[in-house]
């Protein structure tokens, strides 16, 4: 069996906070435009489709289903390399937007394009206290 | 309709193992051997192009202050390893413009003696937009495996099929002296690999080399007058695409668009391609590339690079110098597809020579498939 995957904490800069400060409250947060209705991820200051800063954060329901994934087996990166085999995948969120995450929680071969997923949260290899990590795992 | 532009010069570095060299000391050799083919000397040259896995952000100034230039056009665009193709794209608007004449381009790297882990090392740093990449041990294998579980799941392709790429590519090195690996493989060599990220096996990926290389672009006048027969630019494209918002259909890659600039600007269809350089950084890679610039339709690509038709001698030759999955990849390799090609359309590639080739195509891809990636793509052809 593997090791834990280490996350590596992420940088957060004011525009991406109220994502990762929401992943510390044990929510996902999204991003909509009030000007035209756009939901978009990553977080960033201006909507992707209108340029219009009227952007509002709201809590994503968490899940999902698998749009892809790979069952990493080499990773050189120090976080990683003890935690091979781990599952990078893409999931489609409901609400329409794509995150690149983790599937954990079961076996590599039990993960599906197409599995039902649900967001949980964990800490980062170095504990940051306000933030947390969503990582994804089967319903 | 503007002026014609052509490719006057090229040079591939033969290094594939390099300790003993920087890289730039590796773009002035390969400078020095474009420039001579076609009996320019450094003064000639106006304007400077270049890229690297080393440079920085002033990279591009650093190297002409390395060979001494002062040129009056620079470009340094970045778009991984697709870069070398768009410079000639650029080249010829900057050369139909009159922003310069004689165009080098300009390619070098020790990868491989530096022991960069490129293929399997995470992405990506602590910045914020990394942030949202870097937790989770996104590899540069990873993001293309993703492409080929989706292709996979959606079309029911086969690792054999994925296979056949590398065994293809693999024969055509055997025909290159210049190959790093030329020991014939079989599709059951490629399966029995380690799987590096599943479905793709350590033979499905390019390998790691040290090398470089060098183009000389300028306009077809003038390089009539020059020692080479000039291969003239019929038509190009290049694009950005990326993931994430919208949820995009994740088999549709940047190919798609710059490939239909390409031939809608040179006129000519997909009948009229001889041959085909096609950036093979993964097999996957390939036959993605293939379907979206329409030499098949999509999710045809696994039945496409089967009975031979990507080998030399069938309906598609494909990298005929063995590619970047068998001849050389020091980090980007996107300079050595217009190499070849120039290459194969003078007629001056020996045994693994294309009889007859008078219209090719060149297609780079950088950066990660399924998440950004770039495009370029250039149709090529004899001068006539």
């Known amino acids: 069996m593997s090791g834990e995957i280490r996350h590596p904490r992420p940088g957060v800069d004011w525009e991406t906070r109220a994502y990762w ?41 968490g899940r999902g289903r698998v749009h892809s994934y790979t069952v990493t087996h ?24 794509r995150i690149l995450s983790n599937v954990v929680g079961c076996a590599p071969e039990e993960v599906k394009i197409g599995l039902p997923v649900r967001v949980e949260f964990t800490q980062p290899a170095e504990p940051a206290g306000e933030i947390a990590i969503p990582r994804f795992r089967p319903e | ?51 690297g896995m080393e440079m920085g952000a002033m990279g591009v100034v650093q190297l002409a202050e390395y060979l001494n230039l002062k040129p009056r056009y620079v470009d340094g665009t970045n778009i991984g390893g697709s870069s070398f193709v768009a410079h000639v794209r650029h080249a010829a608007g900057a050369i139909q413009a009159g922003l310069c004449e004689v165009a080098l381009i300009l390619y070098g790297s020790t990868a491989a003696s530096n022991a960069m882990a490129i293929g399997t090392a995470g992405r990506a740093g602590s910045d914020p937009a990394a942030g949202f990449v870097s937790p989770y041990g996104l590899t540069t294998v990873g993001g293309y495996a993703m492409a080929a579980r989706r292709h996979m799941h959606l079309y029911g392709t086969r690792s054999e099929q994925l296979a056949e790429i590398a065994v293809t590519m693999r024969r055509h090195a055997a025909l290159n002296p210049a190959a790093k ?9 490629v399966l029995s690999s380690r799987v590096i990220s599943d479905p793709l096996h350590l033979l499905d990926c390019c390998i790691i080399s040290d090398g470089g290389g060098a183009l000389v672009v300028t306009s077809l006048e003038r390089a009539r007058d020059l020692a080479r027969p000039p291969v003239q630019l019929l038509g190009s494209g290049e694009a950005v695409w990326h993931q994430e918002i919208g949820a995009p259909d994740m088999l549709s890659i940047a190919a798609s668009q710059s490939g239909a600039e390409a031939f809608r600007t040179a006129g000519v269809s997909h009948d009229d391609i001889d041959f085909a350089m096609i950036y093979d950084s993964f097999t996957i890679t390939v036959l993605l590339t293939l379907e979206s610039l329409g030499f098949c339709k999509p999710g045809e690509g ?17 990298n005929l110098d063995g590619g970047g999955l068998s001849s050389n990849h020091p980090g980007m390799r996107g300079i050595f597809l217009v190499i070849e090609a120039v290459k194969q359309l003078r007629g001056e590639c020996g045994d693994r020579q294309v009889e007859g080739a008078e219209t090719a195509l060149a297609h780079g891809t950088g950066g990660l498939l399924s998440t950004l990636h770039s495009g370029a793509t250039l149709i090529l052809g004899r001068d006539r």
């Open chain 1, 21 to 61: 400060e929401g992943c510390g409250r044990g929510e996902l947060v999204l991003q909509r435009c009030r000007a035209c209705g756009t939901t978009q991820h990553r977080p960033r200051a201006l909507c992707v489709s209108c340029l219009s800063d009227e952007i509002e954060h709201f809590v994503a329901s």
């Open chain 1, 74 to 97: 080499q990773n050189q990166t120090p976080a990683f390399r003890e935690a091979v085999p781990y599952v990078l995948a893409y999931v489609d969120l409901e609400e329409g937007v």
């Open chain 2, 1 to 51: 309709m503007s002026a014609r532009v052509a490719l006057a010069g090229v040079y591939e570095h033969p290094t594939r193992w390099a300790p003993d060299k920087t890289s730039s000391q590796i773009m002035a050799e390969s400078a020095r051997g474009a420039l001579q083919e076609c009996g320019l000397a450094l003064k000639d040259v106006d304007g400077l192009f270049a890229a």
């Open chain 2, 181 to 189: 690996m030329r020991q014939e493989i079989t599709i059951e060599d």
């Open chain 2, 302 to 318: 696994g039945d496409f690079v089967s009975d031979g038709r990507i080998g030399l001698g069938g309906a598609l030759p494909l």
